[in-house]
């Protein structure tokens, strides 16, 4: 029994002897991984970047504008009249001088015939008081008859000759009318749907007409601008270099153009002055009634540019973490102007640096970062 006892107090004592050994050597191992973390610093954050380039950029000017047609027609009648006939479709692509629309015309053509009657019965009664014109000369000259009579023959005569005059009148009227009854298309482009059909009464008095025709090649842009812009512009189009685009929102297709006119004056209360482009627009691409973003081009300068995620704002200004020897450092920069992914730097770069674009959350100056895409470089005996 005491045996026993002696025993399993050696096992006790020998257990807590091999955990007190574990305890310290973990503590051991713990310590040493601190310090090699600590002489190694602190872990390098995965950043990406892009080279900043030196190029030709462009000096734009954005605006919001709108798509219009040079020429826009309201197709009426003329003439009060019945429909017999509609000789286009409903959105069609007509040119100038296509059939459009057919009137009744049979009243017209009813009237001129009875005015060519007239005429003719006109020229009739003409050679009758003529003759007598020339009977009554003879007979005065014989001193057979009073002078009144050939007077009076000759009066007549002349009111025969008014009476033609008046009749002939009367028919080119009729026919200028009879014409109407034909409506043709006054300008080439593309037909609105048509507002009647056939069988349906048109007078001249409608408020709404039997259809629109807008011209849709070429079309203008037209946008404003703030009036400082105006001497540069100017300039642009001494220079022609003034060439606009329009960019059509969800359409990867861009319209070019030039600048057809700039208003004569500008607006008092708003201080912007209207820029009206024209665009050749053969494929349709813009439609009329469409908002556009307007983008002028000025002129073209050599200049520093980086993506514009890379363009950091702070207190002091904007930076960028220019990154060298897998150190990122603090980049005071100017911004120029801002161009839709690249951001034109006046000022701070000069073009073959690597900037941070991505990461920027964790970064701080002279902080180490890894390229995302890299492989790290691999230590030795690794």
């Given at each position: 029994m005491i045996r026993r006892r002696a025993l399993w107090v050696v096992v006790g004592v020998l257990a807590l002897a091999g955990s007190a050994f574990a305890v310290q050597r973990l503590g051991a191992e713990k310590s040493a991984s601190q310090t090699a973390r600590a002489a190694a610093g602190p872990r390098a954050v995965a950043v990406e970047t892009?080279?900043?380039?030196?190029?030709k950029s462009p000096v734009t000017v954005e605006a919001l504008g709108s798509v219009t047609p040079l020429a826009s027609v309201a197709v009426r009648t003329r003439i009060d009249s019945e429909i017999v006939g509609i000789h286009f479709e409903d959105g069609a692509v007509v040119k100038k001088g296509d059939l459009l629309v057919t009137l009744d015309s049979r009243a017209l053509e009813a009237q001129i015939r009875q005015a060519e009657a007239q005429l003719a019965r006109d020229k009739a009664q003409l050679e009758g008081a003529e003759r007598d014109l020339r009977r009554y000369t003879e007979l005065v000259a014989r001193a057979a008859t009073p002078q009144t009579n050939l007077d009076n023959a000759k009066t007549q005569a002349?009111?025969?000759?008014?009476?033609?005059?008046?009749?002939?009148?009367?028919?080119d009227h009729l026919k200028v009318q009879l014409g109407f009854t034909t409506i043709r298309a006054p300008i080439s482009g593309r037909t609105s749907q048509a507002n009647v059909k056939?069988?349906?009464?048109?007078?001249?008095?409608?408020?709404?007409?039997?259809?629109?025709?807008?011209?849709t090649a070429p079309v203008y842009v037209s946008f404003t601008v703030p009036q400082r812009l105006l001497p540069q512009i100017r300039s642009a189009l001494t220079n022609e270099d003034a060439v606009v685009e329009a960019v059509i929102p969800g359409e990867t297709r861009r319209?070019?153009?030039?600048?057809?006119m700039i208003e004569?004056?500008?607006?008092?209360?708003t201080g912007m002055a209207t820029i009206r482009a024209t665009m050749p627009n053969a494929d349709e691409l813009l439609w009329p009634g469409t908002l556009v973003t307007a983008r002028l081009t000025l002129r073209v300068e050599d200049a520093v540019t980086v993506p514009s995620t890379a363009v950091q704002v702070s207190q002091q200004g904007s930076f960028v973490y220019v990154v060298k020897d897998g150190v990122a450092k603090v980049q005071p920069v100017t911004v120029l102007r801002a161009s839709g992914p690249e951001t034109v730097v006046e000022t701070g770069l000069s073009g073959g640096e690597a900037v941070v674009t991505?990461?920027?959350?964790?970064?701080?100056?002279?902080?180490?970062v890894t390229v995302r895409g890299e492989q790290p470089p691999r230590k030795a005996g690794a």
């Open positions: 892009a080279v900043s380039v030196r190029k002349d009111v025969y000759r008014a009476a033609i005059l008046a009749s002939q009148a009367t028919i056939i069988g349906n009464q048109v007078r001249t008095a409608d408020l709404t007409p039997i259809a629109t025709i807008n011209q319209a070019r153009g030039q600048i057809a004569n004056a500008v607006d008092a209360a991505a990461g920027h959350l964790q970064l701080t100056d002279g902080a180490r």
